[in-house]
């Protein structure tokens, strides 16, 4: 392990020694291994709003969706066709994919307000298609004794598989916002002109990462369906795409590590809550009050700079020599 | 069969003037502070609750004016918040979006809390109107002479005093109007609780046409919004006209479609209408400023 790799990959390594801690602390203990799968889960979902809107600047309310879409094919190919999981993890992958990009390619040209609008569109599509399924997905009534994995039939190595995914994601999702297309993807969101003038055929990479962002969600969809092994109609709606978007800005959603930290936090603060319908005020609240008081989120606030702007501000007297770097 | 449609023309019409009141603040806001303000439907929910919960007790006339005057305070909370959420620079319109996104979320559930997830309506009309073979309730003589009047309203007053001209003003050009004096700051607060007051009244009229539930607010912003665009997002005034679109599209669609198609037609269109980019704005400079 070379020192290059190792300065690149550093939010992998960092996330490998949570887990491990995570690991020898929920050891044995089924209902935190039970909440550490959830958490996983849900930084895959968060991964996914990550790089789709704090590196692409799409602001995308569907991530539930895709995850549904994941999940209940996922669920329907092997409780209605006796199919493989393995088979249904491919069809999670590709099938979010399938369907993100023409729909981005249809939409990544309108400016980002009405794009996420269309976003939550396609959402409440997605979420209508599944209540309206019928014998396919269930209806009303959902999908349910959805086998476990062959690969990880017990709780203990459902959480090794889940945070493994998770490692797997974060490490490609470093590699690529290193990479050549990630620094494309950060200038088409700040200026598209400039990046078309850099030779990068914007709507065509907007809508690659969109569908990219669509298959992690995919995945963890797949994962949800397996460990639950119920799928319903209320799984996955637009209300779990609002949590995921909060845990992604709560934690950073420019940052790499910043949705992880993010969905930890609010799942383990979901634990202590009282009642599902104060749930909203809670979440939305807490949306509200991050962005205006740290609109970067946890991990993408310069907090030092940020207190000694606050000290100077207070002592005006003191003068910043220029040209000195703070 | 003529009489079919033409039934569902009329009750379309009659949702159409609610959605064209609720299109009106999405619109004035897009173009004063280009961002969207996600929680009108909710304001429009919240008026509807409180105007249910307190005309039990208090009378409906009583009723009627907390409800707008609460969504007329929570508009005002989102505009303050987003006096301070855009103080920077360079505000990114998105993050406006998603703090009224969340605050949505935080009225729904207030409204989930304060009154259950039971179905609101009120339909104080019994007998109907016949009008040669339909029959009409007298609430969409309501809903058209409410829309009407205040659609004149602020015709009267964006186009004809000199508070509306400061508005148009800050529309067209907000750093130019702050350099002529206007205050820009004042104004777009003014239109979030000239949005609130809309959507509060809308939010009444829903509540005595066809009811309302908790989980109303986005459904309608949605439909706010699509009324908004499809006659372009520059002129608030034509939102109207696609409130009305919008709401014979969706009685159409709730007629002939089945289930699940007739609540997805009407969101189908919205859609596609999106797609064409008629609510692209377009600035010279690839978003730069």
């Not at chain 2, 609430?139 to 508070?163: D, H, P």
Request: net charge positive; with cysteine.
């Amino acid at each position: 392990m070379n020192s290059a790799f190792r300065i690149r990959q550093r939010p992998t390594l960092i996330l490998l020694g949570a887990v491990l801690l995570l690991s020898v602390l929920s050891y044995g203990k089924p209902y935190w291994l039970d909440n550490s799968i959830v958490i996983a889960i849900f930084s895959l979902l968060a991964l996914s709003v990550g790089l789709c809107y704090g590196q692409a600047g799409i602001l995308s309310m569907a991530t539930a969706a895709f995850a549904s879409v994941g999940a209940f094919g996922t669920a329907v190919l092997t409780t209605r066709y006796g199919q493989s999981p393995y088979v249904g993890l491919l069809f999670a992958v590709v099938a979010p994919v399938l369907l993100a990009y023409p729909l981005a390619r249809a939409l990544t040209r309108l400016s980002p307000l009405p794009l996420s609008i269309a976003t939550f569109m396609i959402s409440s599509l997605i979420e209508l298609a599944v209540h309206e399924g019928g014998e396919l997905t269930g209806g009303y009534i959902g999908i349910s004794a959805i086998p476990r994995l062959s690969l990880a039939p017990t709780a203990q190595s459902m959480h090794f598989l889940s945070w493994g995914c998770v490692l797997v994601t974060v490490y490609l999702y470093v590699n690529l916002m290193r990479s050549t297309y990630g620094r494309a993807i950060n200038t088409a969101r700040h200026d598209p002109l400039r990046a078309s003038a850099d030779g990068v055929g914007v709507p065509h990479l907007l809508a690659s990462t969109f569908a990219v962002s669509a298959a992690i969600a995919g995945v963890g969809g797949w994962l949800y369906a397996h460990h639950l092994t119920y799928m319903g109609p209320d799984s996955m709606t637009t209300n779990v795409s609002i949590q995921v978007l909060l845990m992604a800005v709560i934690g950073g959603a420019q940052t790499i590590l910043g949705p992880i930290v993010g969905a930890a936090m609010l799942l383990l603060v979901t634990l202590y809550l009282p009642a599902a319908e104060t749930q909203g005020m809670v979440f939305g609240g807490t949306l509200v009050f991050v962005l205006m008081v740290a609109p970067r989120g946890l991990l993408g606030t310069e907090w030092r700079a940020l207190m000694r702007r606050r000290i100077f501000a207070r002592t005006p007297t003191t003068t910043v020599k220029p040209g000195v770097k703070a | 069969m003529l009489l079919e449609i033409l039934e569902f023309l009329v009750r379309g019409a009659l949702l159409g003037a609610i959605y064209g009141l609720l299109a009106y603040p999405v619109s004035l806001l897009f173009v004063t502070t280009e961002s969207v303000d996600l929680a009108v439907g909710a304001y429009a929910v919240l008026a509807a609750t409180v105007c249910m919960a307190v005309s039990a007790t208090l009378g409906i006339p009583l009723g009627i004016a907390l409800g707008i005057f609460s969504a007329v305070l929570a508009s005002l909370v989102v505009g303050a918040l987003s006096l301070s959420i855009n103080r920077g620079s360079k505000p990114d319109p998105l993050v406006m979006v998603l703090a009224t996104f969340g605050f949505a979320t935080v009225l729904e559930s207030i409204v989930l809390t304060l009154y259950g997830k039971d179905p609101m309506v009120r339909q104080p009309f019994v007998n109907f109107w016949q009008m040669g073979e339909i029959r009409v309730s007298p609430q969409a003589a309501i809903n058209l002479a409410t829309g009407l009047v205040l659609l004149t309203a602020l015709y009267v007053w964006l186009y004809r005093t000199s508070f509306g001209r400061d508005m148009r003003a800050c529309a067209a050009n907000p750093g130019a109007a702050a350099l002529a004096g206007i205050p820009v700051q004042r104004i777009s607060l003014a239109t979030y609780m000239v949005g609130g007051l809309l959507a509060g009244i809308a939010g009444i009229l829903i509540l005595y046409t066809t009811g309302t539930s908790y989980s109303a607010g986005l459904g309608l912003t949605i439909s706010g919004f699509g009324a908004a665009v499809l006659f372009g997002l520059h002129s608030p005034l034509r939102g109207f006209a696609g409130g009305v679109v919008i709401g014979v599209v969706q009685a159409l669609s709730a007629g002939y479609l089945s289930g699940g198609w007739g609540t997805a037609a009407p969101l189908l269109f919205i859609l596609i209408v999106l797609a064409s980019g008629r609510a692209n704005f377009s600035h010279i400079v690839g978003g730069r400023a």
